[in-house]
């Protein structure tokens, strides 16, 4: 076994080289650890608990029962062409790649600008959300809920009052601690990655069992029944309006911002084993077990809630509602372990980041990349690039600390930014720039259709993302493809080169020997 350990990192190293890249991350992840850090991110005890309101005070609970399966379906739709282009180029920052490969540099550097914007807004959702949670779950018995300073105002979500300096102190408290961790080393992350993926599995079936309980009775048929719940009728998680099909189309936000940051796979790609097949299984195993767990256990919590219209009119508040009604210990416990999953997850997505900063950086795709791009002698890991996202992660929350609109603007960065390589692979699949497919082959024709319907996909997402009340996201958006026109065209198009393609990597191989030497294997 273990030589056979040894054959497989040989071989992840000589795929690495032939990329022109050095292997400098400690390379520990086994196929399960690669799983397990898609699985934590995605969380389905994340954007599953503290987006629910969004199906609830929408549509009702056809948004659960039918929206889930379709939203579902159109991530993992993203899933499948990425998991194809992975096993073909398995590096830190995968997409970033992807897209210079099978694009250009333009291409290459427009992924890794949407694909950093998405994954911060992802870490800072979920850091957040983190917030909410814990102050809805615990906030009134600490004391948490009090406005100490209302000078900041005032934020009202899941049900609990949060003073803005609460929850940017708090979340800036969970983005250090998040980065101490990330710091020390992979070894420590994918251990608690690993134990992530364990509470989530754990705590979705404790809740599963608890609301099938201690449900009042069994009503199946809300599963596909629909009810206008916008304006008041919903908690106002809604404006109100007429058009069900625009109502039923935003509640699907909340299948789609749950299964999503899977891109951690790929992009932790270089510490581990066996990367050119664990990576493509990592990404569609997180999917495919995120979207069942999570599914059963939305229909359960759809199933216990007392009363459909009494729930809508909870708004963000519906969870903890429904939840309170168990006994103590239950809801103590559900509590204890979606903060725990919660926290983890936040974890995860700082991993997956820094490791998007550090392999962008490598190829000086951000300003004072030779800092970015630095690897601790001593733990092996990007440590510089840790600490800038949690910097980055920290502005955005106190620049939009309103969830659902970090929510927003996470999905719409993210996914363009998945769908950006996958759309240029529909254009390269069988030329010059990719004619060898990896081991993992789904085959030319069927990754065709795939890549079509993510060009359709990309762009139902971004309609659903700035819908009303996240008009802040379009403002977000707009200013962001301004300045990324101006940067590009003023700078990075000029400076930047892309990643190494051709000649340019045999001319990396003294560089790759000079850079390995510094570390023990």
């Not at 708004?315 to 416990?333: D, E, H, Q, Y």
Request: with cysteine; aromatic share 14%.
């Amino acid at each position: 076994m273990a030589k056979n350990k040894k054959m497989g990192s040989a071989e992840d190293i000589k795929v690495l080289h032939s990329m022109g890249y050095a292997q400098e991350l400690d390379r520990k992840m086994s196929g399960f650890s690669n799983f397990a850090i898609s699985f934590s991110i995605i969380c389905i005890l994340a954007g599953g608990i503290n987006s629910i309101a969004q199906a609830t005070s929408g549509v009702g609970g056809g948004a659960i029962g039918i929206g889930w399966i379709i939203g579902c379906l159109v991530s993992g739709l993203f899933a499948l062409g990425m998991a194809q282009i992975s096993s073909s180029y398995p590096t830190a920052g995968g997409l970033y790649h992807w897209g210079s490969i099978l694009g250009n540099r333009f291409v290459g550097w427009l992924t890794a600008w949407f694909n950093l914007i998405g994954l911060v807004a992802v870490l800072g959702s979920v850091d957040v959300g983190l917030w909410y949670f814990f102050s809805g779950a615990f906030g009134e018995k600490l004391g948490l809920t009090d406005n100490f300073l209302g000078m900041f105002g005032q934020v009202t979500l899941l049900g609990a009052d949060a003073n803005v300096l609460n929850l940017v102190v708090f979340v800036l408290g969970a983005l250090i601690i998040q980065g101490i961790i990330n710091h020390i080393g992979i070894r420590l992350t994918s251990f608690l990655t690993d134990i992530s993926g364990y509470i989530i599995f754990a705590t979705a079936a404790f809740l599963t069992v608890m609301c099938l309980v201690y449900a009042q009775g069994y009503d199946i048929s809300r599963l596909w029944t629909f009810a206008n719940n916008s304006g008041d009728a919903g908690g106002g998680v809604w404006p109100e309006t007429s058009n069900m099909w625009l109502l039923f189309g935003v509640g699907l936000l909340l299948p789609i911002y749950t299964i999503t940051g899977y891109d951690a796979s790929a992009h932790t790609s270089e510490e581990t084993h066996d990367a050119s097949t664990s990576v493509p299984n990592g990404i569609l195993r997180s999917v495919l077990w995120s979207s069942i767990a999570g599914y059963v256990m939305l229909v359960a919590f759809l199933l216990f809630i007392p009363s459909m219209d009494d729930a809508a009119k909870q708004g963000w508040g519906v969870f903890f509602w429904a939840i309170n009604t168990m006994p103590a210990w239950a809801s103590f416990l559900i509590y204890l372990g979606i903060t725990l999953a919660q926290f983890l997850c936040g974890l995860a997505a700082m991993t997956s980041t820094s490791r998007m900063v550090f392999a962008f950086s490598r190829d000086g795709g951000l300003p004072l990349s030779n800092v970015w791009r630095k690897v601790s002698t001593s733990f092996r890991v990007p440590a510089n690039a840790i600490w800038l996202v949690v910097l980055l992660a920290a502005i955005l929350t106190s620049y939009a600390s309103i969830y659902s609109v970090v929510v927003a603007v996470c999905v719409i960065f993210v996914f363009i930014s998945y769908a950006i390589p996958v759309i240029a692979g529909y254009f390269a699949i069988g030329t010059s720039k990719w004619n060898k497919m990896g081991p993992w082959n789904m085959g030319k024709a069927n990754y065709k259709i795939v890549a079509a319907l993510v060009f359709v996909a990309m762009l139902l997402v971004f309609f659903l993302g700035v819908q009303a009340p996240n008009e802040l996201a379009l403002s977000i958006s707009i200013g962001v493809f301004i300045i990324t026109a101006i940067v590009w065209f003023l700078i990075e198009n000029k400076r930047f080169k892309g990643p190494p393609i051709g000649a340019a990597i045999s001319k990396r191989m003294a560089a790759i020997k000079q850079a390995e030497s510094k570390f023990k294997n």
